[in-house]
């Protein structure tokens, strides 16, 4: 809207320049004139729409490359990460495999020992047949056996149940790992799968892009067209054929406010965050609030305007005209006389406000002047 506000004041300072001398046989000429510039706010407002949607997609694109070297920077360090851990478990492999062999080896001596002190410990028959001193010696000989095997199957137990534990403690470590592995494995593809996602949102936004300043060319094109046919217009709307016999500053009447409501935005305040100043005033007001004349004159445009609702110019002679915008209705038509105080229309809703409004201006010789100001001197 703040865009449409700025073609408007276009729009008047261009026609009202020389809108003080046209009446009747002017106004298939300021219908054109009208035409044209609503279809040049239109295309302008086409091009602001399109500049604005090509700085998202730029936007876009740049912060979907930064996602991108963020993306790259991240597999690095994991792929760091991945080339440790593939050796890790290399070597955790390795042993497990040591380890599950000499446990193996232990579990085939301890069980060999085993079997052969049990046949050890069995007594032949022909034993009974041995003199005493034999069997006596024979006796102490097993004690001494007996000992060094409880000992060494003692031995062999402990190293085999470390084994067992250093076995399990090898397996767990190495599943760990593994899971480690997998999950970084996982994560490498999901930010791949996100990278490609990237890399084919910035070229269709590329596309777009060219898509849309073709557009933007082609609209510019048109809007060239439009200014040369308003200047046309212009040019033939310079030559009058009616000049008004109303003078104000020369009536015995003084002039009215065109609204009773609270002016809302003083002549040269600032609008559009700075960009613009109000080259009039905006009035609130309620509902079907009637708009006046402020003084007698000639209405030279009472139309439709595209984007800004219903508009009446009224000249009042010696280039000087006064201009209702957003009306909601309007009673009178190009080339009607109104008196000071006779009643054009209805206040309309704002587009940029939402709320009930008129704007009303004052140009002398196509000059906008303080409307304020200028009731309060007439």
């Not at 604005?52 to 920077?73: C, F, H, M, P, Y």
């Not at 054929?241 to 002039?255: G, N, R």
């Not at 915008?325 to 809703?349: M, R």
Request: aromatic residues 6%.
């Amino acid at each position: 809207m703040k865009h449409t506000w700025r073609i408007f004041h276009l729009w008047i300072g261009s026609t009202l320049l020389v809108v003080g001398s046209l009446y009747a046989q002017e106004s298939d000429t300021s219908t054109k004139l009208a035409d044209v510039l609503a279809n040049l706010n239109e295309h302008q407002t086409a091009i602001a729409t399109a500049s604005g949607k090509i700085v998202t997609l730029q936007q876009e694109i740049q912060d979907a490359n930064q996602r991108i070297s963020d993306i790259e920077e991240i597999p690095a360090e994991d792929r760091s990460e991945l080339i440790e851990l593939e050796y890790l478990v290399i070597d955790l492999r390795d042993q497990r495999d040591d380890v599950r062999e000499r446990t193996d080896t232990l579990y085939e001596m301890m069980t060999s020992h085993l079997q052969s002190v049990h046949r050890s410990r069995q007594k032949h028959y022909l034993r009974n047949l041995l003199p005493d001193e034999k069997e006596t010696s024979l006796i102490k000989d097993e004690t001494r056996r007996k000992k060094y095997d409880d000992y060494y199957t003692k031995a062999v137990a402990e190293v085999y149940s470390d084994s067992r534990d250093y076995l399990e403690y090898v397996e767990i470590r190495l599943e760990s790992e593994l899971n480690e592995r997998t999950r970084l494995d996982e994560l490498n593809t999901s930010f791949s799968s996100e990278k490609t996602d990237l890399e084919e949102k910035i070229q269709s936004n590329r596309e777009e892009i060219l898509q849309l300043e073709g557009e933007i060319n082609e609209l510019q094109r048109l809007v060239n067209s439009l200014i040369r046919e308003r200047m046309t217009l212009e040019r033939q709307l310079s030559n009058p054929s009616y000049a008004s016999d109303s003078d104000i500053t020369s009536e015995a009447s003084s002039t009215q406010w065109p609204i009773k409501g609270e002016v809302i935005q003083s002549f040269g305040s600032s609008r559009a965050d700075g960009r613009l100043k109000w080259e009039g005033i905006q009035f609130s007001s309620a509902p079907d609030t009637t708009v006046v004349a402020v003084a007698r004159g000639n209405v030279v445009y009472a139309d439709n305007l595209r984007g800004y609702g219903m508009v009446v110019m009224i000249d009042h002679g010696n280039r000087l005209i006064t201009l209702y915008g957003n009306c909601n209705e309007i009673y009178v038509s190009n080339g009607d006389t109104v008196e000071a105080g006779e009643a054009i229309g209805i206040a309309g809703k704002d587009g940029e406000e939402q709320t009930r409004s008129l704007y009303f201006e004052v140009r002398d010789n196509g000059r906008a002047i303080d409307p304020a100001k200028w009731l309060d001197e007439n």
